[in-house]
């Protein structure tokens, strides 16, 4: 049977506009095309990880409205066991996005129920907890539910993995002895170390910083300036492979279910990075999260150009 991977988190159906470019504050402007597509940080790291070989099983909440039910019917469609997902009397979370010619984007999300994922639910999914090999929290759900679902994965001895996006502010101190690896962006290492980080320097001293406030081992992803591990002394680059851009949402999210599925199944923290990337750089070149996701076969044909 393959790994079991379990994702604590957000599912939002993303309404997503093409425009030329991002507007500014006050202006109007004339977008390409709109589209609904299943999306949610949360959602979207649990698609990645079931695409990319692991058993998956979500805990999270959506609405009792139409979206809600589109939602869970794209994860049972990758085979990801909902049973810990519940329907909740408000509307399902959205997520507001632009993309613009460079590929570039803009997110607003309005959470509605995946607010509704407290402590108790993920006590109530701890049967769920209990099969996992590697549990992923993200922080589009409650930050009560978040410190609570780190410490359950502790103490349960899975491997706990943290993604901090978005993040808006440094995370709870006690929080820091609870994750294996802290897999942030380089705005997220900028917000949770209060360091700049515009370089894979800068990104070295913020994932330092992060150490000195107790992570274990941080993982700064960098866009087209690669990934950077760092534990203690040990420092590894990782270049990233070069593709054609079309649309980077969810890009974050496929790296860390690759990187997920591929620990979990057992191989090394080196081996998961790579795959990871190949995984994140595959669903850079198509549009949409859920829909833009890679799978394992897709990954194993992989040609760096
Ligand atoms: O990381 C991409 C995701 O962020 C989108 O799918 C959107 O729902 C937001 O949560």
């Not at 330092?208 to 040990?234: C, H, N, P, W, Y």
Request: negative net charge.
């Amino acid at each position: 049977m393959s790994a079991k991977v379990v994702v604590i988190g957000s599912l939002n159906m993303d309404l997503v506009t093409r425009a030329p470019r991002l507007p500014k504050g006050g202006e109007t402007l004339i977008g390409h095309s709109f589209a609904t597509v299943s999306g949610g940080k949360g959602a979207n790291q649990a698609v990645a990880a079931a695409r990319l070989g692991a058993q998956v099983s979500m805990v999270g909440c959506v609405g009792d409205d139409p979206y809600g039910q589109v939602l869970r019917d794209a994860l049972l469609a990758d085979h990801i066991d909902c049973q810990a997902v519940s329907t909740v009397a408000d509307s399902s979370g959205v997520a507001l996005i632009v993309v613009d010619d460079n590929s570039q984007n803009a997110i607003v999300i309005v959470p509605g129920a995946n607010g509704a994922l407290t402590s108790a639910a993920i006590d109530q999914a701890d049967p769920v907890l209990q099969t996992a090999e590697v549990i992923i929290c993200q922080l589009e759900v409650p930050d009560a539910t978040v410190g609570h679902a780190l410490k359950r994965g502790r103490a349960l001895g899975k491997t706990v993995i943290l993604n901090p996006a978005p993040a808006s502010r440094p995370l709870p101190a006690d929080w820091f002895a609870t994750i294996d690896y802290l897999i942030p962006n380089e705005s997220e290492a900028a917000t949770l170390s209060g360091l700049p980080v515009d370089s894979l320097a800068t990104a070295q001293a913020a994932a330092a910083r992060l150490i000195s406030m107790g992570a274990g081992k941080v993982i700064v992803t960098l866009g087209e300036q690669g990934v950077l591990f760092v534990q203690g002394d040990r420092v590894e680059h990782f270049t990233a492979f070069a593709v054609k851009a079309v649309d980077t949402t969810a890009a974050g999210d496929t790296f860390v279910g690759g990187f997920a599925a591929a620990l979990a199944a057992g191989q090394s923290e080196a081996e998961a990075i790579r795959f990871g990337q190949v995984a994140a750089a595959l669903s850079v070149t198509r549009a949409g999260a859920q829909p833009s996701i890679p799978t394992l076969s897709d990954v194993q044909a992989f040609k760096p150009s």
